[in-house]
């Protein structure tokens, strides 16, 4: 039967979440989160979203999204293919690959880019018969909090006695009384996240998008650890808790580069293992590039265990 594909609307959201849960079960996908995410696009992305359907039946989620082409040399964007496990065929994947490959291009991509976890073959297989090639490596953990919470609870309590005594100040940021504190968090990211190890731009986000997505439905203030020195923001960490259903991810770890080396990444980032460890979360999960040196080595000194990664792949389609 035939494949055909119709644009989702926003009341696709939880059709589309459920979609992708079915594609990839290791990483349920949170429907509140998906229609917040739909709601509120980056300002200036533009995005394609789509459901394919056999016989009148949903069998996968199917999307493109790009920056501003003005804010990117090479202007790339982002694929993804969601197939129902239930459906899966590699022919069936290779042409849904294919066919938002082309939609992509149509708006005038140059670069394509890709995701599909490690541990998915078939979707390798297609990748590779499609001419799309292997670009990096993104490792993730995952960390028992039954296991661990004892040694968690100690660890956090013993760095937030370190951190008083080096005159650095560990809390949430609902309990931070500065007026100032959105714009000081927010120049705090806009600075680190370019440290993260990238090939492609990092396109940095408004003030706007940052709040909004500061406070989405996964996120509280009470739940966003920081340090503090003196009225400066020189680090933080945070979870996200899906409304719904899904596991608990790491948001966000970050320290000031002229802070770094200090253990202050590492306290902020206990005291968000430990908070969840007390709120009975089972296990956390977390990703980093394969290449960002610092944060493998505190999850491996956290207790955190790998668990299969993602790999990014491209596709030049355009000069």
């Known amino acids: 039967m035939a494949m055909t594909y119709r644009p989702a609307t926003l009341d696709d959201a939880p059709l589309a979440a459920d979609l992708m849960t079915a594609s990839y079960p290791a990483m349920p996908h949170d429907p509140v989160m998906t229609r917040f995410l739909w709601e509120t696009p980056r300002k200036g992305y533009e995005v394609g979203r ?25 202007r790339h964007c982002e694929v993804e293919v969601w197939l129902d496990r239930s459906h899966l065929e590699l022919d069936r994947l290779t042409s849904m690959w294919s066919w938002i490959g082309d939609a992509a291009t149509d708006q005038g991509s140059q670069l394509l880019l890709a995701y599909c976890g490690e541990d998915e073959p078939e979707m390798l297989e297609a990748l590779g018969s499609l001419g799309y090639q292997r670009e990096r490596g993104e490792k993730v953990w995952e960390l028992d909090l039954t296991e661990h919470a004892g040694r968690l609870r100690e660890d956090a309590a013993a760095a937030r006695e370190k951190m008083d005594g080096a005159g650095i100040r560990i809390m949430t940021a609902a309990d931070w009384d500065d007026p100032r504190k959105y714009e000081k968090l927010f120049g705090l990211n806009q600075v680190t996240v370019q440290d993260v190890p990238h090939t492609l731009p990092i396109v940095p986000q408004t003030f706007e998008d940052f709040m909004r997505r500061f406070h989405a439905p996964d996120r509280r203030l009470d739940r966003l650890w920081i340090a503090v020195d003196g009225d400066r923001a020189v680090a933080m960490s945070f979870l996200r808790f899906p409304p719904v259903r899904g596991t608990v991810w790491t948001g966000y770890t ?34 980093n590039d394969s290449k960002n040196a610092p944060m493998l080595h505190i999850n491996e000194a956290l207790g955190y265990v790998l668990q299969p990664g993602w790999v990014e792949h491209h596709k030049r389609v355009r000069t």
């Open 254 to 287: 970050c320290a000031d580069r002229e802070y770094r080396g200090r253990g202050i990444a590492r306290a902020v980032k206990l005291q968000s293992l430990a908070q969840a460890a007390d709120l009975g979360i089972p296990v956390v999960r977390t990703d």
């Open 50 to 74: 789509f459901i394919a359907e056999i016989g009148g039946t949903p069998v996968a989620f199917l999307a493109w999204i790009h920056a501003p082409w003005n804010k990117l040399p090479v």
